[in-house]
């Protein structure tokens, strides 16, 4: 997996904090200047990112894994 080279992830934010609006997210010094985002392939091979999206089966939701990332690649854009 590649490293973040910016303080935060909007990726991390988004999952971590699924209600946060973009006011929410400056509010809490996530912006365009210090925040990153990595392709969704990097995420799939972090450990964090599959156990969140493994389901109770021992499968990686991909579809739902794909709606989170879509969701914080608009919020980055």
Same mark, same amino acid.
């Given at each position: 997996?590649?490293? /973040?080279?910016?303080?935060?992830?909007?990726?991390?934010?988004?999952?971590?904090?699924?209600?946060?609006?973009?006011?929410?997210?400056?509010?809490? =010094?996530?912006?365009?200047?210090?925040?990153?985002?990595?392709?969704?392939?990097?995420?799939?091979?972090?450990?964090? /990112?599959?156990?969140?999206?493994?389901?109770?089966? =021992? /499968?990686?939701?991909?579809?739902?894994?794909?709606?989170?990332?879509?969701?914080?690649?608009?919020?980055?854009?």
């Amino acid at each position: 997996m590649k490293e /973040v080279t910016k303080p935060n992830d909007i990726f991390a934010s988004v999952l971590l904090n699924p209600t946060a609006d973009i006011p929410d997210m400056l509010a809490n =010094g996530v912006n365009g200047t210090n925040t990153g985002l990595l392709t969704a392939d990097d995420y799939k091979h972090s450990k964090f /990112v599959q156990q969140a999206f493994t389901n109770k089966d =021992g /499968v990686f939701d991909v579809e739902k894994f794909n709606q989170v990332y879509n969701y914080a690649q608009e919020k980055y854009n």
